[in-house]
């Protein structure tokens, strides 16, 4: 992984030290709340329902065993002794307190971390495939591509504050695991014939209040103008993006507004000075310094380990047989396993972590990998390394941790925001609906045999919880101060994305968990055959028997 | 008015003009970029150093056309939220070569002094009320930036690896 050496640590150190000062004028009125406040996000801390929220970024959702033990450290010290993962590969620390954070910042510093730019109006920490690295399918390693506009985003001085937050993810595989459709800026890593590394191109996809699948602006654009490129469309976008009205200020409103051609022609043409700066141009010598921070770790030399996989898949242990179907990931490394750890049980809120476990899932990472752990935008961590040889041993650790849940990618893996619970933005709670969907989806046969699906649910219409693009999408609204939650069908988030459809009218939080069941229960019916998956059949069949399922009269 | 100029406190030499405040001479003035679009031809010959006040919002054709007859350009900063002016003066700086004073005026705060000065910003009007000692401080905020601006410093990509 990318290792500092003293210019980013002095970047870093520099950093809390001028929040530091910024928190002491806020504490002694020479900054006004009004004046702080884009401060204080710009540094990832929100003022949440009951508490500050501290947001640290975990660029591409890479850490290593000594970050995830000072995180722990960070919870105990400073916050009640947990962490919540997001669907935008950072955490969260619930409880700080203001006149903490300063010295949160120095904790975390002393890792290599930082909680810079993750919130207000501008460049985002960069999310990408929680397999970077490792993925059998992966074309090119997307981190140090990550990494580059890492670097050249942080503390950008012309792009502090853009008309909204603006958002980059990257991938580098076949399959599209980190969201691109959906991201102000999304960039698929891609070779031409003759081998040489570019980018397909978009921008302008996003959620929120109104989703919108980006629009491609390059076929190819080559590998050296990764950044020319990138500040050409932040310097049309800084410039005329909306800043009349917040919810049409994002990137996606002006390339609707403005035509995806015109807006084109602009960057292009912007495009045309940024490629002559040399500061902007990736050399072929930088290129290569930044891809030796990923290089492969020393992996063993094993043989493939395929029929032992093949014989837990058929064993008699059945909890282990459905953990190898659904929570294992194929490695590119013969004899090495992806493992996802599904932090979604009926134990913990979707996502939430605690101290103990952290330090756990860190001793996991260095005795079974190289000290990696990766987390995934569906809220759930990576171990990225394991030897097929240890898989029963890792899963009887995690069985014992309470993170061998077999159900990544299946029903149960829900992501949830944390709604109304935590957040004064929220309209409805989303932990509580997601735990009772959970308990009455309790049978794991039945979990695996519907096979994937993927159920996200927002508190509001800000879709963190990415409710528009699961396969089935619960979004919390509010109807003259009680709660309701508003069904989708047929979201996706990968290659083939879209924007789910609503059902029909909003139900109760008592109603969701029935009205799940009946949509799951239609499915088993309609599906051709167990290949036949839940998306693939909504996209056959349309929305009627669902809706019939659903509204008809069950009494 | 004091003002800071160069990363120092100095006393602003300029005097600010409205639309209709009569053009006194032998001293550099600031004027309103219409007011200035009305009277070019009466400005250019009066043997002091005019500049204009514009918004960040301005026809960028018609401003580079004027540059050369200008010693001051003032952004306006409606909102320090607003960060239209950062753009304008990168261009500025950059492909319109513009090397006379630019100058940050409206809604100006200790912290956003050291992002206006690294995209080309070398004077500042604070917003009433503030203190120009404190700002100053702000310059110092970070020594080391990961990529280059208006200032021109190296990217810190570009750097050798260690050993």
């Known amino acids: ?555 | 008015m004091r003002i800071i100029r160069d990363r120092r406190i100095v006393e602003d030499t300029f005097v600010h003009l409205d639309e209709h405040a009569p053009v006194p001479s032998g001293v550099g003035v600031v004027l309103p970029w219409s007011r200035w679009l009305a009277e070019r031809a009466s400005l250019a010959d009066r043997g002091a150093p005019v500049g204009v006040r514009v918004a960040a919002t301005i026809d960028l054709a018609t401003l580079v056309e004027a540059l050369s007859s200008l010693a001051v350009v003032a952004i306006e900063i409606p909102k320090f939220t607003d960060g239209r002016a950062y753009s304008l003066a990168r261009r500025l700086r950059g492909e319109a070569g513009f090397s006379g004073e630019l100058r940050a005026v409206g809604d100006v705060l200790r912290d956003q002094l050291l992002f206006l000065s690294r995209c080309g910003f070398d004077a500042f009007e604070l917003a009433p009320g503030r203190s120009l000692e404190d700002a100053l401080e702000a310059f110092g905020d970070h020594e080391r930036h990961y990529q280059s601006s208006a200032d021109r410093t190296r990217p810190l990509w570009t750097r050798p690896s260690p050993g």
Not at chain 1, 31 to 59: C, K, T, W
Not at chain 1, 80 to 99: A, E
Not at chain 1, 347 to 361: E, H, R, S
Not at chain 1, 366 to 392: K, S, Y
């Open chain 1, 1 to 555: 992984m990318y290792r500092y050496d003293e210019a980013d640590q002095q970047i870093v150190e520099e950093r809390a030290r001028q929040f530091r000062g910024q928190v002491e004028r806020r504490l002694d009125g020479r900054l006004s709340e009004e004046e702080f406040r884009p401060l204080r996000l710009q540094n990832g801390l929100y003022l949440q329902l009951h508490a500050y929220m501290l947001r640290v970024a975990i660029p591409y959702g890479l850490l290593s065993a000594t970050q995830l033990r000072q995180l722990a450290h960070i919870a105990r010290t400073y916050d009640r002794g947990y962490g919540h993962f997001t669907t935008r590969q950072n955490l969260q620390f619930n409880w700080p307190t203001l006149t903490d954070t300063p010295a949160i910042l120095d904790a975390l510093a002393s890792v290599q971390m930082h909680a810079i730019q993750t919130s207000g109006n501008c460049v985002r920490n960069v999310t990408s495939d929680p397999f970077a690295g490792v993925a059998a399918d992966e074309i090119v390693d997307p981190r140090p591509y990550c990494e580059f506009l890492r670097q050249w985003s942080t503390f950008h001085p012309e792009f502090a504050h853009l008309p909204r937050k603006f958002k980059i993810a990257v991938t580098g595989a076949t399959v599209d695991r980190a969201a691109i459709a959906v991201h102000d800026i999304g960039l698929r890593i891609r070779k031409d014939e003759a081998g040489r590394i570019g980018f397909e191109y978009f921008a302008g996809g996003g959620q929120g209040r109104t989703p919108v699948l980006a629009e491609k602006l390059r076929d190819f654009l080559e590998e050296a103008d990764l950044l020319a490129y990138t500040e050409a469309v932040l310097r049309i976008y800084n410039e005329l993006g909306r800043r009349d009205n917040k919810y049409k200020a994002r990137i996606k409103v002006l390339i609707k507004e403005m035509g995806s051609a015109e807006f084109r022609r602009r960057v292009e043409a912007e495009f045309e000075t940024t490629r002559h700066d040399p500061a902007l141009r990736l050399d072929p010598e930088a290129l290569a310094r930044m891809k030796a921070h990923f290089v492969p770790p020393d992996y063993a030399t094993l043989p493939d380990g395929q029929t032992a996989l093949q014989a837990g898949r058929l064993g008699k242990d059945r909890a282990y047989a459905r953990w190898l179907a659904s929570n294992l990931a194929p490695h590119r490394v013969p004899g090495y396993a992806i493992v996802q750890l599904s932090l979604k049980s009926e134990t913990l809120p979707p996502g939430d972590v605690t101290a103990d476990q952290m330090d756990a899932i860190a001793d996991l990472a260095e005795r079974h990998g190289f000290g990696r752990i990766l987390v995934t935008h569906r809220q759930n961590l990576v171990l990225p390394d394991v030897r097929i040889d240890a898989l029963r041993q890792v899963h009887a650790a995690l069985e014992g941790l309470g993170f061998a849940t077999p159900n990544v990618d299946r029903v149960t893996d829900i992501i949830a925001c944390p709604g109304l619970d935590y957040c004064d933005l929220a309209n409805a709670r989303s932990i509580p609906v997601a735990q009772s969907i959970q308990q009455t989806l309790a049978d794991a046969d039945r979990v695996h045999d519907l096979g994937p699906l993927t159920l996200n649910i927002s508190g509001c219409i800000n879709a963190c919880g990415h409710h528009h693009v699961g396969n089935i999408g619960i979004l919390g609204i509010d109807k003259q101060g009680e709660e309701f939650y508003q069904l989708t069908l047929g979201g996706s988030a990968r290659d083939d994305a879209s924007v789910g459809k609503v059902l029909g009218r909003a139900l109760t939080a008592e109603e969701i968990p029935g009205a799940v069941e009946r949509i799951l229960a239609t499915y088993a019916v309609l599906r051709s055959g167990a290949d036949e998956a839940f998306l693939a059949v909504v996209r056959r069949v349309g929305l009627g028997p669902f809706k019939e399922a659903v509204y008809a009269d069950h009494s």
